[in-house]
């Protein structure tokens, strides 16, 4: 069995800081985890904490760093230096392109494996659960149907399904390409899925790896949770979160792309376009990271594998 660290939580808990620690401590090296990190280019909003002109490195040592994820696309493999350890799986893709949890898995795989075959310890960092679960525990694709939930759903119009599994889990919609979008059938094919997990969350999952340290972070209280996302926020309209936007805006990039539906990016592009005020953004940005945060720790506490700390 393979060894792995993973170090996960709500956002703005410390988990690359204590990721960094623990590296340092078992001579690891780091994969991100983060799936607004694994697109290019999107460093202050995101919180990359990658001094500018940093170094990346290819994957090397023989290896092309171009990882194939399908017949067209492709991930851009490589580490930076944080601190003096290697950090994997930022700037995978452009952020025109749709990167899945099926993608995450097949790179981070191949990452972790590169990593043991170095006897280095693959320390996994992030708050994106999905991605994690996805990693850790592998894909339900054998979930039976279940003929009087279709029923139920067959009922409900395309836009009312949407909004469903919006509901459920809100990056899955963001995954989906048009044509799953708009059928049906798929639709509810999703919903079916996440509902027949939701049901066996509670059960302990057994993993592919041996999970030598599953570590998660939460916030103590709802203020702490409030105040500390808030003064993220500001550091990072500090730090450049506009200038960046309007960057990536001249480079061509827009609010459809994938890699900027992402909180952050969309409020502040709402704000360029002129369709709210510069106030209005900050707060809808910190009430959204807020609301995120919630989210993830309703999701990640199904886990019976992770080990809270309160900060």
Known sequence: ??????????????KTSYALKRAKELSGELINADSRQMYKY?????????????????????????????????????????????????????????????????????????????NSIPIVVGGSYLYLKHLLYGFDVNVSPNWKLRKQLERKSIKQLQNELNKLDVRIPKQLNESDRSNPRRLIRKIEIILNQSKKSNQIKHSAFN???????????????????????????????IEEVQSLRKKGY???????????YQQIIAFLEGNISKSEA????????????????VFMKKDKNINWKDV
């Open 1 to 14: 069995m393979k060894n792995v660290v993973v170090i996960t939580g709500q956002t703005a808990t410390g």
């Open 42 to 118: 999107l460093d202050v909003i995101t919180g990359k904490d990658i001094p500018k002109n940093t170094q990346f490195y290819p994957l090397g040592d023989g290896f092309t760093s171009e990882f194939a994820l399908d017949s067209y696309r492709k991930a851009t493999v490589g580490y930076y230096f944080l601190d003096g350890v290697k950090i994997w799986a930022y700037d995978l893709v452009d952020p025109k392109e749709h990167f899945s949890s099926y993608d995450y898995t097949a790179v981070v795989n191949f990452i972790i494996n590169n990593a043991i075959d170095k």
């Open 211 to 241: 999970i030598s340290e599953f570590t998660g972070f939460h916030f103590a209280s709802r203020e702490k949770l409030e105040n500390t996302i808030r003064k993220r926020v500001e550091l990072r309209l500090e730090h450049g979160a």
């Open 254 to 264: 827009s609010k459809h792309d994938p890699g900027l539906q992402t909180i952050g």
């Open 282 to 297: 900050i707060d809808q940005w910190i009430t959204a990271e807020i609301q995120y945060a919630k989210r993830q720790y």
